[in-house]
Nanobody
Framework: QVQLVESGGGLVQPGGSLRLSCAAS????????MGWYRQAPGKQRELVAS???????????SVKGRFTIARDNARDNAKNTVYLQMNSLKPEDTAVYYC??????????????WGQGTQVTVSS
C-alpha cells in the first residue's frame, strides 16, 4: 500500500503562483512515476505533468513553460515527494488536482494510487 498526502491548493488571482506537494509513503517501489492530474467540472481528468524516478518529465501542452514538476526521493525509498510549481496561472487552470503514483506490475502493465485531490481556483 502507498499513502499519498497532498497539500498546497487554494485560491489565487490570474497571473499568480501556487505550489502543490504530494508525499508518498508506504510500499514505495524503486521504479515509479509520480504526477499530477486535474479535473475541472464537466470535464475528464487529464494529465498535467509527470516525472519518473530518474527525473524524466512530461507536461501537457497547456502548461508547458508555466508549470514545473520536481521530486525528492528519500535515500531508502521510504518516502517520495513530488512538487508542482504553477506560475502564470489562468482561470482555465481551475480544477481539482490529484496526485498520482504509478508503478510497474510487469508485462507492460501498471498499478496506480491516487491522492484525495486538492482544489485550485484561479479567479479575480
Amino acid at each position: 500500500q502507498v499513502q499519498l498526502v497532498e497539500s498546497g491548493g487554494g485560491l489565487v488571482q490570474p497571473g499568480g503562483s501556487l505550489r502543490l506537494s504530494c508525499a508518498a509513503s508506504g510500499s514505495i517501489f524503486s521504479l515509479n512515476v509520480m504526477g499530477w492530474y486535474r479535473q475541472a467540472p464537466g470535464k475528464q481528468r487529464e494529465l498535467v505533468a509527470s516525472i519518473t524516478t530518474g527525473g524524466i518529465t512530461n507536461y501537457a501542452d497547456s502548461v508547458k513553460g508555466r508549470f514545473t514538476i520536481a521530486r525528492d526521493n528519500a535515500r531508502d525509498n521510504a518516502k517520495n515527494t513530488v512538487y508542482l510549481q504553477m506560475n502564470s496561472l489562468k482561470p482555465e487552470d481551475t480544477a481539482v488536482y490529484y496526485c498520482n503514483f504509478k508503478f510497474p506490475l510487469g508485462a507492460g502493465t501498471y498499478g496506480a494510487y491516487w491522492g484525495q485531490g486538492t482544489q485550485v481556483t484561479v479567479s479575480s
